[in-house]
């Protein structure tokens, strides 16, 4: 693998993306060849999992010298846990795909090309300057995606998730800074490098508290972690459906991967010391994220929160120092993932359809398209955390993570993941089987692109739900590494 | 072998003769605004590469006084003002073709500006070749003056000539104070050249290092205003706007540069008592200058008046790389220098295409006219969202990498709550930058109709400027030969040596 690859899946969809921009290429034109590059980025991604090792510690390393006055450093690197997010995006991006087929501009398949850039430079970003470099240029494609195909107040909930996201990330850029300053102060040099700032011992308590709610505020309002969720609303229901099932899907667990990948290493001690809080602030936004849901009519929305819901056992999850408990938030970023996916990929096809988000106004859908509702169904079950699916797996595992923690919020978070996700029936029942007099004669059963694209989503729910082992083996090692090497903890 | 003296005035010289021929010219009625466009290219273009080969042939860094046996010490030519002429004479060719569309299209415009712009060029050049305050003074002067007629060219429009007289008037009372400072550290020290004030100021007793005090700080009071720094930047909005276009352009991105050259030279070598004194209102002055400046930009509904107030927000962010010389002079000086070069390559190309943009006589140009306006033009959308981008300070565009620099040095400096003031500033000027890509691409109508299409030079110059924004936030990872970010620092970095090595 000496030829770059993490490069080539980086910068692969943004060179296309400005090909395709300063061609006179037309809009169908452009969606096959970004249909294509996912394709290939698939097939890269699939060479990089059967070549990984396993081991924890960071493989396929690329190093070069960016700014060199000021020790900037263009390093890539993944380790288990990059490499299944990897794998789920990868998978994910072109089955999407094939569901926005029809009706899309050339703007809107150039965004999408240009945040599957932004992404996996995130991804596998080993330096934080060069880190920050893809987060935040990882915001523009999906402001104008946003912003030029949205729904509703589009321009207004553009800026908003702007300033808020910006707000975040400027702040983490401050603790980079200073992290910075204090390795050269340290060591003498600049360096920005993941592996030689986890050197620094200089910081004294108040500073490194500071740093550290610098992190955390850039990466809880991504997720979002409550009380940093009042963007999430607006952005998910005016976003168009490929923007949102991005947002949901991928770039919140990025927020995930941001806590796992830096501050966990950078502030051992500090990410020991908080973890109650933490884990309490997920169950916290299970529930309260759980029973909003229960309050929205607007289906979309009622899927925003029910997303944030999760997102937040999650954070339990990574929290919980434990091998359960962060082998079951490495798995439900996949599950939750995918079936998050799905599911506003369904709701935006049944929105185009029918042109309605109100729960009310739908109903009998089952009869008119069974296969959307098998598929419908599945994702539900998998959210819901139904045995046979992987979303079971996971939140089983969280849950006994919850345990080890503390018993306590092992008994509460399982009585709550159970209360969270029971309004996802009272949703199936109401808008997808009840017959009602509601007209929804518009509704048109799933094509054959789009069944080839939400296949692979349901027979991954199902498969990791059976055999989780299969997928458990390449990222068991690295988690081990985590709690053992860098947070220091003893497993078993 | 001795390299003749007049070899390193060549860039200074080649500038003033061309002003000069200019000025013959202009009494040719024949010769169109095209034509004398070209005259005064050629001499910019003959400046700069002169300047270029002085860069290159004099080794790493130099210094020198050319003609010692006449001007004495007066003016020093080394990397410093190498580094900043080439600047200049950027920021003069740049904007010349840029604003060749205006200038042909507004009648007002006669040869003797070409004139008066190659002298405010050779004004600039003279000022960051200046080692003596008096010599600084009729420098700027030279190119005030010049700046103050160019403002108010068109003389049938009343704004212009409003502005021209408020930045006479308010720019004359500021030279004073430069004046009267230069007087007090003549008494103080019996000597008015860079590099002998310092020395003296510390050998000299207790009633003379009080009067060099107010001196510097009187000096400083004419640096505050012709960068517009907060008490003294109420003028700037106004006068910004009222000027034409390419002329608010030159002032915000080329007149900025040669004030901060000069200041940078003479705080970095003379100053270190002064700068005891004032490092505490500096880091109120920053404060202030950033809320007012970000306060008025959000405010403002002209996008000319948005950018020139957020010239105000940038002039903050530079004044922090200020702060840091005490503690980090080396790096804290070229992450100045570095931010200038990203602030003048970004504001030059939003003002510059602005300017193409409004060419035909709209005097207000405001967030509404350009809604939709990335689908009549996407190729000027696009490059106004980069220079946004880069003046939001937002990855992969030069802006991003110039408030890196600042900031670590703020930090470094333990100045940390200046970081995060700025953090804010720039936290805040998102929303009106943004605000600008928003109504360019969000809206699928537009009202502006008569946007000239791409044609002629000035596109290109601002397409190039736009890929240089672009380039000098991404940097020479894959391209080593190119000249990227490292060079920039490097460049900076030397000159900032070239600055001690004669004393």
């Known amino acids: 693998m000496d030829f770059g690859i993490l490069s080539v899946i980086i910068f692969l969809p943004m060179i296309v993306a400005f090909a395709l921009l300063f061609l006179p290429i037309g809009a169908k034109g452009t969606r096959n060849a970004a249909f294509l590059t996912a394709v290939i980025i698939l097939m890269l991604t699939g060479m990089v999992y059967f070549n990984f090792e396993l081991s924890g510690y960071m493989q396929f390393r690329e190093h070069y010298t960016w700014i060199e006055s000021y020790g900037i450093n263009y390093s890539l690197g993944i380790d288990g846990l990059s490499l299944i997010i990897l794998m789920l995006i990868a998978t994910l991006i072109p089955c999407a795909y094939l569901w926005l087929w029809h009706g899309r501009t050339k703007g809107y398949w150039v965004s999408m090309l240009l945040i599957q850039t932004g992404i996996s430079g995130t991804l596998f970003s080993q330096d934080l300057v060069l880190f920050y470099f893809f987060w935040e240029a990882m915001l ?127 502030f051992p001690e500090l990410y020991k010391e908080f973890a109650p809080l933490f884990v309490w602030l997920g169950i916290f936004g299970l529930l309260y994220f759980g029973v909003a849901a229960l309050m929205q009519t607007n289906i979309k929305k009622m899927f925003a929160y029910s997303s944030a819901s999760h997102l937040g056992f999650i954070v339990t999850g990574i929290f919980s120092l434990n091998v359960y408990g962060m082998t079951g938030a490495a798995f439900l970023i996949i599950a939750h993932a995918m079936a998050t996916g799905g599911l506003f990929l369904l709701v935006g096809k049944m929105e185009y359809d029918l042109g309605i988000k109100a729960i009310p106004a739908l ?58 996700a029971s309004f996802m029936f009272w949703l199936f029942q109401r808008a997808i089987l009840q017959e009602n007099n509601n007209d929804v004669s518009q509704m048109k059963d799933l094509n054959f692109k789009e069944i080839a694209g939400m296949l692979p989503l349901a027979v991954l729910i199902i498969a990791m739900g059976i055999y989780p082992d299969w997928f458990f083996y390449k990222i068991e090692p690295t988690i081990q590494h985590y709690l053992v090497d860098i947070l220091e903890i003893r497993t078993f | 072998m001795q390299t003749p003296d007049i070899i390193y005035l060549l860039p200074l010289l080649f500038v003033g003769v061309g002003a000069i021929l200019m000025m013959v010219l202009s009494t040719f009625k024949s010769i169109s605004i095209k034509q004398g466009t070209t005259v005064s290219l050629i001499f910019l273009f003959l400046a700069f590469f002169s300047n270029i080969y002085n860069l290159n042939s004099f080794g790493d860094v130099y210094s020198v006084y050319p003609f010692i046996e006449i001007f004495n010490t007066m003016i020093v030519v080394d990397t410093f003002s190498g580094y900043f002429s080439s600047i200049l004479i950027l920021g003069g060719i740049l904007t010349l073709l840029i604003g060749l569309h205006y200038f042909e299209r507004h009648k007002e415009f006669t040869l003797e500006f070409f004139s008066l712009f190659l002298f405010s060029v050779f004004g600039m050049m003279l000022l960051v070749h200046a080692n003596e305050l008096i010599s600084a003074f009729i420098a700027l002067e030279i190119a005030s003056l010049s700046l103050y007629v160019m403002i108010g060219f068109e003389k049938v429009i009343d704004r212009r000539v409003e502005a021209s007289y408020r930045y006479l008037v308010l720019g004359s009372l500021a030279g004073v104070f430069f004046l009267l400072g230069a007087a007090f550290i003549y008494t103080g020290t019996q000597t008015t050249i860079i590099g002998e004030i310092g020395d003296l100021a510390l050998n000299t007793v207790e009633s003379n290092s009080m009067l060099i005090t107010l001196g510097g700080t009187m000096i400083l009071i004419t640096f505050f205003f012709k960068i517009a720094a907060f008490p003294f930047s109420n003028w700037a909005i106004d006068v910004y706007d009222g000027a034409p276009l390419p002329v608010t352009a030159y002032m915000a991105a080329t007149f900025k540069a040669a004030i901060f050259g000069f200041v940078l030279r003479l705080v970095l070598v003379d100053f270190d008592m002064i700068r005891d004194f004032w490092d505490d209102i500096f880091i109120v002055i920053i404060i202030l200058t950033l809320a007012y400046g970000s306060f008025l930009a959000i405010s403002q509904k002209s996008l000319k008046r948005m950018l020139v107030a957020s010239s105000i927000v940038h002039t903050g962010y530079l004044l922090i790389g200020f702060v840091s010389i005490s503690m980090i002079g080396e790096s804290a000086a070229s992450s100045i220098i570095f931010y200038l070069v990203a602030y003048f390559l970004s504001s030059l190309g939003a003002f510059g295409l602005i300017s193409y943009i409004s060419a035909e006589d709209r005097l207000k140009i405001t967030y509404d006219d350009f809604r939709g306006f990335s689908h009549i033009r996407p190729y000027m959308a696009a490059m106004l969202s980069v220079f946004m981008l880069s003046l939001a300070g937002i990855p992969s565009t030069i802006g991003f990498i110039g408030k890196f620099y600042i900031f670590t040095g703020a930090i470094e400096s333990g100045n940390s709550i200046l970081a995060i003031v700025g953090i804010m500033a720039t936290f805040i000027s998102v929303y009106y930058y943004f605000k600008l890509i928003a109504v360019m691409y969000f809206y699928k109508s537009s009202e502006l109709t008569d946007v000239p299409p791409l044609r002629g030079v000035a596109p290109i110059v601002i397409g190039i400027i736009a890929l240089a924004t672009i380039w000098g936030g991404i940097g020479n990872t894959f391209v080593a030969w190119f000249p990227g970010v490292d060079f920039l620092i490097d460049m900076a970095k030397l000159s900032y040596e070239s600055l001690f090595i004669a004393q």
Not at chain 1, 154 to 177: A, C, E, H, P
Not at chain 1, 367 to 395: H, Q, R, Y
């Open chain 1, 140 to 266: 523009l494609p999906v402001f104008m995606i946003i912003g030029m195909f949205g729904t509703g107040n589009r321009v207004f909930s553009t800026i908003k998730i702007t300033v808020y996201t910006i707000m975040g990330s400027l702040f983490m850029l401050i603790s980079i800074l200073y992290i910075g300053v204090a390795f050269n102060n340290e060591f003498g040099s600049w360096s920005f490098a993941l592996n030689d700032v986890i050197q620094i011992t200089t910081l004294s308590r108040t500073e490194e508290l500071w740093l550290f709610a610098g992190f955390m505020l850039a990466f809880a309002i991504k997720i979002p972690l409550f009380p940093f969720h009042t963007w999430l609303l607006e952005t998910y229901s005016n976003s168009p459906t490929g923007g949102v099932f991005l947002l949901s899907s991928i770039m919140a667990k990025l927020g995930v991967y941001g806590i796992v990948r830096f501050v966990m290493p950078i």
């Open chain 1, 363 to 420: 109903g009998g859908i089952a009869k008119k398209a069974p296969v959307f509702t098998v598929f419908f169904a599945i994702m539900l079950l998998c959210i819901v955390g139904l045995p046979g699916t992987n979303g079971f797996v996971s939140e089983f595992l969280i849950i006994l993570g919850a345990f080890g923690f503390s018993p306590v919020a092992g008994v509460v978070s399982a009585l709550t993941v159970l209360v969270a």
